[in-house]
C-alpha cells in the first residue's frame, strides 16, 4: 500500500470531520452533518495531527481526511496520534515451558505505521512536546522520541506538562523539570506548567509564579492561583480572589468570593452570594443582582434572577426580560473560537434556545420571538436548518423558524449530501434540505446516501437508488454493501459474492467466491475453496490462492 503523505496535515485541509454513527457502523462527516466518508468501521476516533484512528475487524488503520487508509496491524490497543507518534498495545508473549502469559507491553509508531520504539514498556503515556512517562520493571522514567530515557526513575510519575512533571520518590512528592534536554529535581512540590511564559508553582501549601529559566519572580504566598490568561492570573487569599499582572501587582484585590476569567473585557465575579460584572481595572460594571451568570458573548450575558433567565449588555442593561424557564446554546454551523469560561447558554450566531412553560423556542438579541413556543424540543442549526419534534414527531425548521416539513415523521436522520433520511409508518424515505420529499417512505430499510446512492432494501432482497429514487439492481442481490473505494460494491447472490459498479453493472461475476473483501489501492481479497488470494478491479488475480 502507499503511504499517507506527510503533507496531509490537519491543518492544512480546510474541511473539518467528525465521527458519526449508522446502524453500529462508524464514518465521518463534515460540520454540515453530510457525509463524507461512508458508515464502515467497527469504531472511529477525532482526527488528530490530520488522521483518524479506525477500526474495522480488530484491525486497526490511519485514515486522512478523503478516507485514504493505512493499515497499522493487529494490535491489542492503538491511541490517536500525539505529537506525531501513536502508543500501541501489544498482547504478551506466551511462555510454554512454564504456561504462562506475560503482560502486555507498550510501544510507539508513527504517522506511517512504522515501530519507532518497540514494545518493552508496562505502561506509557501518549508524548507531549516530545516526551512520554513510561513504566519499566524497576520503576517510572521519562523517554523522548527516539527512545532515549532522560530522568532518573521514580516510585510514580505523572505526565509531562510544559515541561513539568510531578514524582514521588522515597514516598515523598516533588516536581521536575526539564533543564538542557534532562529532567531534574527543583524546590517546588507542584506546577500546572508555563503558560504565557510564566508557570504557576507550589511551596509548603503556597503558591507563586517562575518563569522559563526557573526564577521566581512572583513569591510564593497565595493559597491558590490560577494560569495566567491574557496577561492576568486569579489568585486567592483567605478563600477570597482576586487578580494580579504579570509583574506580580494586585490589578483586583482579594475580595470576592468568586472570580472569572476575562470575556470580552468583563469578568463574572461574585460577593455574598451575588453575581455582577467588573473590568480589567476591577471596576464595577454590572451591580452585584443576580444568582447566576454567563460570560458575555456577541455583547450579551446570560442571567438569572428569581429562577427566570434573561440577557443584559455590558452596561448592565436588560436587553431580553426575564421571563424565560431556560435559556440554551444553538449550536453554530461553525467553529467558535476557545475562550475561558465559553458557558453555554448565550447566543450563537444572534439566537439563543429558550424555554417557556415547557416549551422551546428561539429568540433574537433584542428578544423578539422568531420561533413560536411549541415545541417540546428543539435540535441545533446544521446547515441553515434544525430538527423540532413535537408530540413524539419529527420536522425541521429554518434560521426564520419557518416550518420546512410538516412535523409527521416518526424519525429523522442527520443530512448525507444535501438528503436526510426520514422515517414514515416504519418506512424509509429521503427529503432534502428544503423539506421537499426526494424519495417517498416505502422502503423496509435505507442508508444515508453516498456518491448519490443509497442502499435500499423493500421485499428482503437488497440493492440501490439514486437521489429521484430510481431503482438500480434491486431484487437481483441477497445482500449488498459498501467496498467503500471508487463506488465499487459487494454483491450476493445464493452464497457468492463478487463486484458491482455505482451503476449496477456487474463487474465481478457472482460465480466463484465463498467470501469477498473490500477494494483497498485497488485490490481486494478473496475465498475460493476455503484459500485467499488477492484480485484486481478488473478480477484479475494477482496473487495466487494459497
Known amino acids: ?36 466518508i461512508f458508515y464502515k468501521y467497527d469504531s472511529a476516533g477525532s482526527f488528530s495531527e490530520g488522521l483518524s484512528l479506525v477500526r474495522l475487524n480488530r484491525e486497526f488503520y490511519f485514515i486522512d481526511k478523503f478516507g485514504k487508509e493505512k493499515y497499522l496491524g493487529y494490535y491489542e490497543s492503538v491511541n490517536s496520534l500525539n505529537d506525531g507518534l501513536a502508543r500501541v498495545e501489544m498482547q504478551g508473549e506466551y511462555i510454554e515451558r512454564i504456561d504462562q502469559l506475560l503482560e ?21 503515556s501518549d508524548f507531549y512536546e516530545g516526551f512520554s512517562v513510561v513504566q519499566q520493571e524497576y520503576g517510572w522514567c521519562i523517554i523522548d522520541k527516539n527512545g532515549n530515557t532522560v530522568s532518573q526513575k521514580y516510585e510514580s510519575m505523572f505526565s509531562v506538562i510544559n515541561g513539568f512533571a510531578i ?95 476575562f ?20 471596576k464595577l460594571t454590572v451591580a452585584f443582582l443576580y444568582d447566576s451568570a454567563n460570560s458575555f458573548l456577541e455583547g450579551v450575558a446570560k442571567v438569572e434572577l428569581n429562577g427566570k433567565c434573561g440577557f443584559i449588555d455590558y452596561n448592565g442593561k436588560e436587553v431580553v426580560s426575564f421571563k424565560f424557564d431556560a435559556i440554551e446554546e444553538v449550536e453554530p454551523d461553525y467553529e467558535v473560537p476557545y475562550s475561558i469560561d465559553n458557558e453555554i447558554g448565550n447566543f450563537i450566531d444572534g439566537f439563543a434556545k429558550t424555554k417557556l412553560n415547557g416549551k422551546y ?11 413560536d413556543f411549541i415545541y417540546d424540543e428543539i435540535g441545533n442549526f446544521e446547515g441553515g436548518t434544525a430538527w423540532i419534534r413535537l408530540n413524539s414527531k419529527y420536522g425541521f425548521i429554518d ?26 409508518n416504519g418506512k424509509f424515505g429521503f427529503i432534502d434540505r428544503s423539506g421537499k420529499e426526494l424519495v417517498k417512505c416505502i422502503w423496509v430499510e435505507a442508508k444515508s446516501f453516498s456518491g448519490g446512492l443509497s442502499r435500499i432494501q423493500l421485499t428482503g432482497n437488497e440493492g440501490f437508488i439514486d437521489r429521484t429514487g430510481k431503482e438500480d439492481a434491486l431484487d437481483k442481490f441477497d445482500r449488498s454493501w459498501w467496498v467503500f473505494e ?39 481479497l478473496v475465498e475460493q475453496y476455503g484459500v485467499s488470494g488477492l484480485i484486481d478491479k478488473n478480477g484479475r488475480e494477482v496473487i495466487p490462492y494459497k
Open 399 to 424: 434560521k426564520t423558524g419557518k416550518e420546512l416539513t410538516e412535523n409527521n415523521y416518526d424519525g429523522i436522520g442527520c443530512f448525507s449530501d444535501g438528503i436526510a433520511r426520514v422515517k414514515l
Open 104 to 124: 502486555n507491553k507498550y510501544g510507539f509508531i508513527d504517522r506511517t505505521g512504522e515501530k519507532v520504539i518497540a514494545c518493552q514498556y508496562y505502561l506509557a
Open 361 to 371: 423556542g428561539l429568540i433574537d438579541k433584542t428578544g423578539k420571538v422568531i420561533c
Open 486 to 524: 471508487e463506488n465499487i460494491y459487494q454483491e450476493q447472490i445464493i452464497g457468492k459474492y463478487g463486484y458491482i459498479d455505482s451503476t449496477g453493472k456487474v463487474v465481478i461475476d457472482c460465480i466463484k467466491y465463498e467470501w469477498t473483501d473490500r477494494f483497498i489501492d485497488g485490490f481486494a
Open 1 to 36: 500500500m502507499s503511504e499517507i503523505p506527510n503533507m496531509l496535515l490537519q491543518e492544512e485541509i480546510e474541511i473539518d470531520l467528525f465521527p458519526c454513527q449508522e446502524d453500529n457502523k462508524w464514518g465521518f462527516c463534515d460540520k454540515d452533518r453530510n457525509l463524507v
Open 263 to 282: 470575556s470580552e473585557g468583563f469578568a463574572i465575579a461574585n460577593l455574598s452570594g451575588k453575581i455582577g460584572f467588573i473590568d480589567k481595572t476591577g
Open 167 to 261: 514524582v514521588r520518590l522515597n514516598g515523598k512528592y516533588e516536581l521536575i523539570y526539564l533543564k538542557d534536554n534532562e529532567f531534574v529535581s527543583s524546590k517546588y512540590d507542584a506546577s500546572e506548567g508555563f503558560i504565557e511564559g510564566l508557570a504557576n508553582v507550589e511551596l509548603n501549601g503556597k503558591w507563586g509564579f517562575i518563569d522559563e529559566a526557573g526564577k521566581e519572580i512572583i513569591p510564593c504566598k497565595y493559597d491558590s492561583c490560577g494560569s495566567f490568561f491574557e496577561g492576568m492570573a486569579k489568585i486567592a487569599l483567605k478563600d477570597k480572589w482576586g487578580m494580579i499582572d504579570k509583574l506580580g501587582q494586585e490589578v483586583i484585590p482579594c475580595k470576592y468570593d468568586y472570580i472569572s476569567y
